[in-house]
Each structure stands twice: as C-alpha cells, then as structure tokens.
C-alpha cells in the first residue's frame, strides 16, 4: 500500500475528457502532491490516505472559463437592458472612472472567486485593472488564475499611458511567472482600442517571455466597422497584416468574423473564447462556433464579466451554447453534449495553452477535479452523463472541488471563503455605488 494525499473513491463515473472521451465506472481516483497518481477500480486496494466516498457522483475536470473580468461582479446587474452606448457611458464607466482600485478589484474577485468555486471552475482568465489584486486573492486561496491587465490606448486606472501599460505587465509576468496559480499573460484590449504600435509592442512582451496574448476581436458591427474604416481591413485580417496573429492568441468573442478569417484563424492557430450570453444579452450577435471549429479552430467558453451575464456559471453558459448554435443553424447535431463540456474543460486548457497540466481527469494530470452531485431527482433518470450536464444540472450541482489536490469546496460548502464576508463586501459597495449614482443625478 503506497500513502497518497487523498482519494476519491466510488465515483459513479469519471468522465476523464481526454480525446477519445475515455469514462470510468464505480472507479477510485488517487492523489499526490497536486496530481492524480492513478485512477481504476483498485484504487482502493493499492493506496490508502485522506479519503472522500463519492457515490452518487460524478467527475470531471476542473472547469475553466476563458474569459472574464472578475472585479466587475461588483456592477452585476447595474444598468441592464439599456443600448450598449447608454449602458456604458451612464453606468459602467462612471462607477468605474470613480471607484477602480485596489480594493475594488479585490473585493470584485473575492465575489467572483466565490461564485466561481461553488460552479466548479477551477481556473479563470481575467482581463481587468489591477490585477495585483487578483493575483494577491487567488495566491491566498489556490486558484489557478491566467490574469491580464487591459491595454488600452487612452488612460486607464492603472497606466496613463500603452506603454506604461505594457512595462507594468511586464513587471507582473516577471514577478509570477512560474508560479502554482497564477500565469500572467499580456491583455492588449481590442483592435479599435489598440493602436498597431500598441499592439505590436505587446506582442513583443508576449514573445519574449512565452504568455498568452489575451484580447477583445471582432465582438460587434460596430468595431467590425470601426476598424475597416480606420486600417482598411476588418479586425482578424487587420491583425494578420500587422503581424500579431498567431497560436499566442486568445481572441474574446470573435462573433463576427469573415469565412476567410475563420481560415486564417485555423492556419493561425488562433484560440477562441466563445461568450454566447455576453454576446446575446449585449445584443452582439451570434459567434459562427460551430464553423470555426469545423475549421479546426480551439475554442473555449467563457462568461465574459458579470455586468454582461450576468453570473460566472460555466455550466450554464456551455448548456446556452449548445442550444443556441442548433437553434440557430437549425440542427440539433451541432455542438453535441460531448463538445459542449469540452469547451469548459479540455478545449479551454488548450485555448489558454495549459494543456499539459490542465483540462483533463488523466494520470500525471494537476488534480483539478469537480464532483457533481447526480443524487438528486432533476438528473434522473441518467442515462447519458453528459447530457445530463449539459442540459439538466446547472452549475449549483457541483458538490465538491479540488484544485491543485487541495479541497476547496465539499458538500457544496465553499471552503476557502465565508459567504457571509462575500455578501457583506456587496452590500458595502451597492451602497458606494448607489450614493454615487444619486449624486451625480443631482
Ligand atoms: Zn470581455
């Protein structure tokens, strides 16, 4: 008998997400500094350690959500259902010129990260400000986190101007690089946002020291638009011309791209974070998925911030997408069960290039795993796990969570972070917000 830190044992069905969908039945999971050492029935019998029974359950990789701005949990809600325009240069940015800080993005994530963890996610990518902050709660709580500071061409909250912007994250990436949680990457904003210049230095960055290049394209008409008129071209082709196209990207929403994009994107190696209820709920449009990834193009899912959701729940969001892209294409083969929980796990490790450590229940494999609790009448009968997941659970049947080998939620308890301390940091800033909100009416 060989001591592991923990086993999971009796798990109804693991489904590992590796290439060929490889399942296990009635099966035990052994775990050891960080990684699964071995997974099969005789688990049990060959191991012994810290162990959690996990009958009625089943398992799958740590999800992960490609795209979000998790300090903006602090607007959830703020402003909806008004034109993008109005929404935010009345709403959102007022509240964001006034209050963005270091305790605000803190005190966001902290919301966020709650969220988070009790669906499942086990590691997220951030654009925001002041990303310190974010870097500082994930490290103290053992999330895995790919965090990127916004680049834009006029001042921001952290950088008055790009290139302070970029020299900042450079100094983030050389203070995280390497570390358990957090990979640090470049997040130049978008193509109408960035100037070539901008654009290219950043690129530079992301080269030089091997990150992703996290960015905004092709989102709606308008910068569609916005950029053919500026650079002549329409955004992927205009990044192509200016050399910053290639496997390093993790392009945010691409709803609108050109069947010729689509190819240059697949030729490119270009990743994709598909964000159908930002895209819906802003009134973007509808991202051409399933064509993309007939094109051989990486995609992941993402819920984009929770000002345009608006909530962090992945399962939700690959259960949207899957409905939306067969309603839209008219059949209902598109985008199956299979596919849709690969975007939130193997596809998404892919898309932010963690492959190697992340996105699949596979021996060698970082021991981020979620338990979802299939012992409840709204999933059963169960014939097919991943139907089941994809269309009947949502992401409140997550009982359990281990990160890194650590457990961070059990029970559907989460662990690491006191609900009544995440709803007291709302209240305080509702209130902040609301006051402001009064005064400026005045
Ligand atoms: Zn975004």
Redesign the pocket.
Known sequence: MERVDLILTDIDFVLTMDENFTEYKNTSIAIKDGKIVDIGEDVKNRYFGKTIVCKGKIAIPGLINT???AAMTLLRGYGSDNPLKVWLEEYIWPVEGQFVSYEFVKDGTQIAVYEMLRNGVTTFVD?YFYENAVADVLNKLGIRGVLSTGILDFPTPGAKTPDEGIAKTEEFIKEHKGSEYIYPAIGPHAPYTCSPETLKKAMDVAEKYDVLYHI?ISETEFEVQTVKEKYGETPVKHLEKIGVLNSRVLA??MVHPTDEEIELLAKKGVKVAH?PE?NLKLASGIAPVPKMIEAGVIVGIGT??TASNDDLDVIGEISTAAKLHKGYWKDPTVLNAKQALAMATREGAKAVRLENKIGTVEKGKKADIVLIDANQPHLNPLFDPYTQIVYSSKGLDVDTVIINGDIKVLNKEVLVIEKDYVLDIAKKWKEKIEALNKATQR
Do not use: L, V
Request: glycine share 10%; with cysteine; hydrophobic share 20%.
């Open positions: 795209h979000t701005h654009m905004h945010a929403h964000c930002s984009d911030g």
